[in-house]
């Protein structure tokens, strides 16, 4: 559907994405009615009135299909005598846009990577565009494309399930499991990311990551040229890889593109990130000098391993976007120089062994500011430890916080807030606890000056 005047449409969900829908299909004169489960519980009873339904992305489309087949059943149907269609923004974006997308998905990293693609391609003068799941919807800048524009989309694996066409670039990064609590099982979850790639054409690029299995094995899902990319190994193939301490690509010849050194954002795991961005930026046409330059400036998102600030040699890191052990676990292993953690808060029900298992084995570990309802629970499992880890319990609010690693800090070492758990114990949510978190460090910073 492309033509939506006197449409009666339902928008379901009024989140960011499902109030960016109802504007841009009320303008394009569209019969709009905004259903959400918190203003009514029985906000679904009548769908099959409408001659269209827009999904939000956190809507389960099966209970959309359940609804409808219990509205039919009662006689009802759109004002065509059809029953309706469910879509979301995002299928009706890829209908109407008129320019090329580079999608990008993955379990962790899709943000960082949707974000440098997009630096690397304005570097190099193209008229780009971010959007998706990374908080902007694409209805907001649709009307600004034109044919020549290029459109990043992060995408989760909710806005890809019922996608039916892919990107002309398709980024599928590590995928591992998540949200198992809404998709109800792995394959489930690994079926909705391959949907990035399924619908591609032998003139389409998908990019895969070598170094996990559900990525990996996705080459037989698409029909577009297959390159990958690894932070563990050469690749075989056409792709982006590192070894000898640098970033190589080799589409063609082979050459290297940055040295590890060099790039600014810090973590093994971010070089799976810039590899995957630096081969969907060569692909679409960025020249290896401008992605080399954004390589070197570009400081990672906000809560994200985020430096904050430097205090007398002391630097400060913001990664409370870290609510799982894994994302945690990246973070500590990013650093060498001695690190002082900052973890705990409220409970995701993770496993904490592998991440007790990593603070045990480090040698780095100065000390640990456990914080939290999950915090007896992760300490549980650090044993026999290899280094002297300083414990420090009891810090109830971010000032006691920082000031406790102020107190302890030297200089070359790091400040990690890496908390592995969700925040609503103590904060309203991941960014408040980083905001606060900035507040503290750059208070410190301020009185220092002074």
């Known amino acids: 559907m492309k033509d939506f005047k006197n449409k009666k449409i339902a928008i379901i969900g009024k989140g960011i994405e499902g109030l960016s829908s109802e504007k841009y299909l009320r303008g394009k004169g569209a019969n709009i009615t905004v259903l959400d489960e918190k203003d009514d519980k029985n906000y679904l009873e009548n769908l099959s009135q409408y001659d269209l339904i827009v999904r939000s992305p956190g809507v389960k489309l099966s209970k959309l299909e359940e609804s409808l087949k219990e509205n039919s059943a009662n006689g009802g149907v759109g004002s065509k005598g059809k029953s309706p269609e469910i879509t979301s923004q995002t299928k009706l974006f890829f209908d109407l846009c008129p320019c090329k997308i580079i999608g990008v998905t993955g379990t962790k990293g899709k943000g960082t990577t949707s974000s440098l693609i997009y630096e690397m391609l304005k570097k190099q003068g193209f008229d780009a565009y971010l959007g998706g ?18 459109v990043v989309l992060e995408l989760s694996s909710f ?6 066409k892919s990107p002309h670039i398709a980024v599928m990064l590590m995928v591992t499991s998540e949200h198992l609590d809404w998709h109800g099982s792995t394959e489930e979850y690994i079926t909705a990311k391959r949907n990035i790639l399924k619908h591609q054409t032998p003139q389409d690029f998908t990019i895969l990551n070598r170094d996990y299995p ?3 094995e996705s080459d037989i899902y698409t029909q577009g040229k297959v390159f990958t990319t690894s932070r563990e190994r050469e690749s075989f193939d056409e792709g982006c890889f590192v070894r000898d301490g640098k970033v190589w690509l080799r589409i063609g010849g082979e050459a290297p593109i940055i040295d590890v050194e060099e790039i600014l954002l810090p973590g093994k795991h971010n070089l799976e990130n810039v590899c995957a961005s630096t081969l969907a930026a060569t692909l679409a046409g960025v020249s290896v000098k401008n992605i080399e330059e954004v390589l070197k400036i570009f400081k990672g998102l906000e809560h994200r391993l985020e430096l904050v600030t430097s205090i007398n040699g002391i630097k400060y890191y913001d990664d409370s976007f870290s609510t799982t052990p894994e994302t945690a676990i990246a973070a500590i292993e990013s650093f060498k120089t001695p690190e002082i953690l900052i973890l705990g808060g409220s409970s995701k029900n993770s496993d904490f062994s ?13 000390a640990i500011i456990g ?15 290899k280094s002297k880890i300083l414990i420090i319990e009891g810090a109830d609010n971010m000032e006691k916080i920082v000031k406790a690693a102020l107190k302890i800090a030297a200089t070359g070492d790091v400040v990690l807030l890496s908390p592995a758990c969700a925040s609503f114990d103590m904060f309203k949510n991941y960014k408040a606890r980083g905001e606060q978190f900035k507040k503290e460090v750059l208070e410190l910073k301020e009185n220092e000056s002074n």
């Open 214 to 216: 559900a990525s990996n």
């Open 159 to 164: 806005q890809l399930m019922d996608l039916n």
């Open 371 to 385: 914080i939290g309802l999950e915090w007896s629970r992760i300490k549980a499992e650090i044993k026999n430890p």
């Open 354 to 366: 592998e991440l007790g298992d990593v603070i045990s084995n480090s040698t780095n570990i100065k």
């Open 133 to 150: 799941n990374i908080g902007v919807p694409p209805f907001d800048f649709l009307e600004k494309l034109t044919k020549d524009s290029i």
